[in-house]
């Protein structure tokens, strides 16, 4: 039951990061870490879950015996990803460098009761029932965050070993200073595994495709699954443990072996609320809760999850409430989330979805981009405006409205109108200049342009835009439609006198005001 991803021919790694102390190799224990008694499946049995910290407090024979289950597991190919079984010199400091522990049938109060065990001869193949290691699975600056390995002895399978070993792991990690606990490489064929760290609250953070070549799938590459837990959470974890202390208490009227009297009470409390009905030739041993069957098996919590999700397909609050109606087991919000990312109708819907979204989004993307293109090209290429300065035009005559424009009006100098020439021939320079440097060449009509070219004679010029933007049959301040120029029929003679009169009327208003 593997979780390791470390070389086990690298050197050992200390904790150097998170809460100080950091312990030296073969330091004391830390308060509350020491041999703890458990309670097997069959919750009568009774084990000692014993700690270590390092190889040498481990007498060699079980030493030997542990390497040599280890080997064994290496060589089925199924579950680590190392080819070659680890010497004994070589497994010692991989397994104990750091942090181990190793689970013995029966109740043995401290290590001095182990080595006499081992030189009495023990069988230790019928009294060890696992073992497992706490190390940091990153150096330095990360190494708070730890790792762990497991080891099922072959003749202890199917007793609950695993998950005991788990329990005992979440309970010391966090003693140990370590703050978060990451499972590299599970992989997915190994279900028993990954019952127990589902039941146990970690989180499947990863999946790494195709990463394991397993002598049972020849052929086929195997995904791993990566885990992560928060350690030293202060909310009570109700697991499955707890439901089958809650069913033993139940069915045989007695408290599990090594209860205490914290234990003993919540155990009184739930026989209040918990319900058991006996199994008959249909249906097995069920608990229930106000009315709701328990499911303790994440394998069938799974299972149920599924079923009912792929009646409907719905959503994570539908499918939560829907079975929620009928079934009570911890979290079953996060069964459900598992249930719906690995639903492929559902992953399809949402690539559908997504698909759409995106193509959606690149057409909007699209659009706007045509448009800042139409824009940017207007504004590019404007069409050049015709400017006329002083210099082309040709001398006003004595009647010349402008001429008469600035003897009647001397807040207008002649320096002024030359400044607004120089003016208007700097734009048509920087205009040139940047239509030069653009790209964009936009043909001109010859015929077009003639249109518009200065001819240097006033008469060809069109009508002030200030005379001719009044209304048909309007006037304002005392100005009649009969007095504007139209340039209908008109010479140039005549046109250049009403403009004067205009132009001197306009003057004599404004200098009114003032």
Not at 190 to 195: H, T
Request: charge should be neutral; include cysteine.
């Amino acid at each position: 039951m593997p979780a390791m991803l470390d070389d086990p021919s690298a050197p050992v790694v200390y904790r150097t990061s998170g809460d100080i102390p950091y312990p030296p190799p073969g330091s004391p224990l830390p308060v509350g870490i020491a041999p703890c008694q458990v309670i097997l499946r069959d919750r009568v049995t009774t084990a000692t879950i014993i700690p270590f910290s390092a190889p040498n407090q481990v007498p060699l024979t079980l030493l030997a015996y542990l390497c040599d289950q280890l080997g064994r597991e290496i060589e089925k190919g199924d579950t680590y990803p190392m080819v070659e079984p680890l010497p004994l010199e070589g497994f010692g400091p991989y397994w104990f460098g750091v942090f181990g522990a190793i689970m013995l049938l029966g109740e043995i109060q401290d290590g001095r009761q182990l080595h006499e065990m081992a030189r009495r001869g023990c069988d230790w193949e019928r009294e060890c029932l696992g073992s497992f290691y706490i190390k940091p699975n990153y150096p330095g600056r990360s190494s708070h965050v730890c790792n762990g390995g497991f080891l099922v002895t072959d003749a202890s399978r199917n007793r609950g070993v695993g998950r005991l070993m788990g329990e005992t792991y979440l309970d010391w990690a966090p003693k140990l200073g370590y703050t978060y606990s990451v499972f590299n490489l599970v992989y997915e064929t190994n279900v028993a595994s990954c019952r127990i760290w589902d039941a146990l609250g970690f989180k499947r953070i990863g999946r790494v495709k195709g990463c394991g070549n397993l002598k049972s799938y020849p052929g086929e590459l195997v995904d791993a699954i990566i885990y992560g837990r928060d350690l030293g959470q202060d909310d009570e974890f109700v697991s499955e443990e707890r439901f089958d202390k809650i069913r033993f208490y139940l069915k045989n009227g007695k408290y599990p072996n090594g209860a205490d009297r914290a234990e003993k009470s919540r155990l009184r409390s739930a026989a209040t609320h918990y319900k058991l009905t006996p199994a008959n030739d249909d249906e097995p041993e069920k608990l229930w809760l106000k009315g709701k069957e328990v499911i303790a098996d994440p394998k069938q919590q799974y299972e149920i999850a599924q079923e009912i999700h792929h009646k409907q397909h719905g959503g994570i609050n539908k499918t939560t409430a829907a079975i929620a109606e009928l079934y009570h087991w911890v979290r079953i919000k996060e069964t459900v989330s598992q249930v719906i990312r690995n639903c492929p109708e559902c992953s399809e819907m949402n690539k559908g979805l997504s698909a759409m979204r995106q193509g959606q989004n690149q057409a909007r993307a699209e659009a706007r981009s045509a448009s800042a293109f139409s824009t940017a090209q207007k504004t590019i290429t404007p069409t050049p405006p015709t400017i006329f300065s002083l210099s082309q035009a040709p001398p006003p005559g004595p009647d010349s409205p402008s001429t008469q424009a600035r003897l009647a009006s001397p807040q207008h100098p002649a320096h002024v109108y030359q400044q607004f020439a120089q003016q208007q021939q700097q734009q048509q320079q920087q205009q040139q200049q940047q239509q030069q440097q653009n790209t964009f060449d936009m043909p001109v009509d010859p015929a077009l342009m003639q249109d518009v070219q200065p001819t240097g004679k006033l008469a060809d010029l069109p009508p002030s835009p200030f005379l001719t933007a009044q209304p048909k049959g309007a006037s304002r301040g005392g100005i009649s439609e009969n007095s504007r120029i139209t340039g209908d029929g008109m010479g140039l003679d005549d046109r250049a006198a009403m403009a004067g009169e205009e132009m001197r009327r306009r003057l004599n208003r404004a200098n009114g005001y003032k």
